[in-house]
């Protein structure tokens, strides 16, 4: 039986190449990649937060740095591991606490991920023009792009994650070792990140029964041991405070009522549409699926242009399918940015298929380019969450100007909303007020919310409503009415009531309403008792 390679690339001119590129070290990639994030999200930077930002992640965070405390409490713990906000908090000692500085320390964890996936294609390939069009494709990848500058965990694991694999394949003794303390800092950002290193373990061991390697034996030990650090805080978060895994309801929401085998089955099909056709993603995979009907070209010196290897495929593949599963069982929410380590993996894979195949393949990089940046600006015609594109700042900026409306209008009025703008109203250190605003709060403003407000007409004389959902308003794409009630029941989708019909119901007045591309905001008004009472004091 022919011995299965150490996941290494075997060509002896590929390896030439990858000892060549070292001309171009890695100390010089990591600034001109952070300077080109800094500078592609300047526009970005001083945004106040946004979504899960403000939910969990900046007070978390800012906790932390107020009193050192782990364990949050202006917000319900999740049991998040805490190196995004030690991380945080040190950037806010040393830079001051803004928006600004939380952005900025961001891109570098983000031009962390970009430098592992040039080194990554580096290893793999042994070119540096792959590698320079993997990166950079990531790079404008909306998702990745988006998420770069957002103080969220998931960018923290792909760092991790991306330089753990980087390890993994080096050719250095310490390579596992390394990985594995990679793989242990993803799991301390994000506790979902520990099924990558558990599933190359898997790997592995099927490696070492197959090949009778009790090398692979080693390895699988030496990468099932990110869960030591992970454990022991989980260990201190129950001894803080009773709870494993983050308060019940969240458990709840994201564990114990996503197992249902209907809602896995859809949940991992709108995940195979994540990591294939989200966001533009199917150019370059159709590209590349094309490219794969070609036969391979040769170089100058008549060698067949190689291949990321068999082994190093299934490496990606585990780590993909892994993800995959994990992510279609667990999660509430069906959030691409919890993907985010596998998007350079498929991206590597098309652009050097483009390379192998075609003579022109830098059109194709191109071609992918173009819809990449398409898919920032662009919504596409289905639901998504903001967060995969520009259209958060969307989401921002009618905040922002639905808040300066009430700031200026309503100053002592008690405003009716829903989260995250509660948030956003009560919590100044989040960016929207300089003093809290006292809210009354409801989940969503769909009809048997808006009917319950009702119920509470004197506890409130503004609301600031809305659209918590992404509709396209343009080109509608519904697998109809049977999908629709599969996205209620599992996916929490409900669907927003209109301001002048909350109004109308509500025996209010819309006074101000703006729109952004297909999201919207407004402020309604109501003549209550409470507001002349309020003035009077």
């Known amino acids: 039986m022919r011995q299965l390679i ?9 390896l030439k190449e990858v000892r060549q590129s070292r001309s171009f070290p890695l100390w010089a990639v990591f600034p001109i990649i952070l300077l080109a994030v800094i500078a592609a999200h300047g526009p970005l930077l001083r945004l106040p ?9 900046i007070p978390a965070a800012y906790d932390f740095f107020r009193t050192g405390s782990l364990i949050p409490f202006s917000t319900l713990s999740n049991a998040h591991p805490p190196l995004p906000s030690i991380y945080l908090a040190v950037a806010w000692k040393v830079f001051g606490f803004s928006p600004l500085v939380t952005r900025v320390g961001m891109c570098f964890v983000a031009a962390a991920a970009l430098t592992a996936t040039w080194r990554l294609a580096i290893v793999t390939t042994g070119k540096q023009f792959v590698a320079a069009a993997t990166t950079g494709l990531t790079a404008i990848y909306p998702v990745f792009f988006a998420q770069s500058s957002l103080a969220h965990a998931d960018v923290f694991a792909a760092a991790g994650t991306l330089w753990a694999i980087v390890f993994l394949l080096s050719e250095r003794s310490s390579g596992i070792w390394l990985a594995v303390g990679c793989f242990s800092l993803a799991a301390l950002s994000k506790e979902t990140a520990i099924v990558t290193p ?28 990110p869960i030591a650090p992970l454990n022991l805080w989980y260990v201190y978060h129950w001894r803080k405070t009773g709870f494993i895994f983050g308060n019940p309801e969240y458990l709840r929401y994201n564990a114990t009522a996503t197992l249902t085998p209907l809602r896995v089955l859809i949940a991992f099909a709108h995940r195979l549409l994540h990591i294939t056709a989200h966001m533009n993603l199917f150019v370059p995979v159709l590209l590349m699926l094309a490219c794969m009907l070609l036969p391979p070209l040769k170089e100058d010196d008549g060698i067949v242009r190689p291949r990321v290897s068999f082994e190093v495929q299934g490496l990606f593949y585990v780590v993909i399918l892994a993800n995959l599963a994990l992510f279609s069982i667990l999660g509430g929410a069906l959030l691409t940015r919890y993907l985010l ?29 173009v819809a990449f940046i398409a898919g920032l600006f662009v919504n596409p015609p289905y639901r998504f969450a903001p967060e995969d594109n520009l259209a958060y700042r969307d989401v921002i900026l009618l905040h922002q100007a639905a808040i300066a409306d009430i700031l200026q209008h309503y ?31 409801i989940d969503n403003f769909s009809f048997s919310d808006i009917q319950r407000a009702k ?83």
């Not at 197959?210 to 030496?222: D, E, F, P, T, V």
């Not at 380590?341 to 380019?369: D, E, G, H």
């Not at 007409?457 to 409503?465: G, I, K, R």
């Open 6 to 14: 150490h996941w290494r690339v075997s060509d002896s001119s590929t």
């Open 198 to 225: 558990l599933a190359v373990a898997g790997w592995e061991l099927w490696l070492a029964i197959r090949s009778r390697l009790g090398k692979r034996l080693y390895r699988a030990a030496a990468l099932c041991m």
């Open 341 to 369: 380590p596998l998007y350079p993996l498929m991206i590597l894979l098309c652009v050097n298929t483009f390379r192998r195949r075609v003579k022109q393949w830098p059109a194709l990089v191109a071609l992918s380019a």
């Open 49 to 57: 937060y946004y979504w899960d930002e403000a939910g969990y992640y």
């Open 455 to 537: 119920q509470m007409a004197d506890a409130y004389t503004a609301a600031f409503v809305f659209s918590t959902k992404y509709d396209s308003p343009h080109l509608p794409f519904s697998l109809g009415r049977r999908n629709e009630v599969l996205d209620m029941r599992f996916f929490g989708f409900h669907h927003d009531l209109t301001p002048a019909v909350i109004a109308r119901i509500l025996d209010g007045s819309v006074t101000w309403r703006a729109e952004r591309k297909g999201q919207w905001a407004a402020v309604l008004h109501f003549n209550r008792p409470q507001e002349a009472q309020l003035l009077e004091r």
């Open 411 to 441: 100053p002592h009025s008690v405003v009716l909303t829903a989260w995250p703008a509660t948030d956003e109203l009560s919590k100044p250190e989040l960016g929207y007020v300089k003093q809290p605003i006292p809210v009354v709060a």
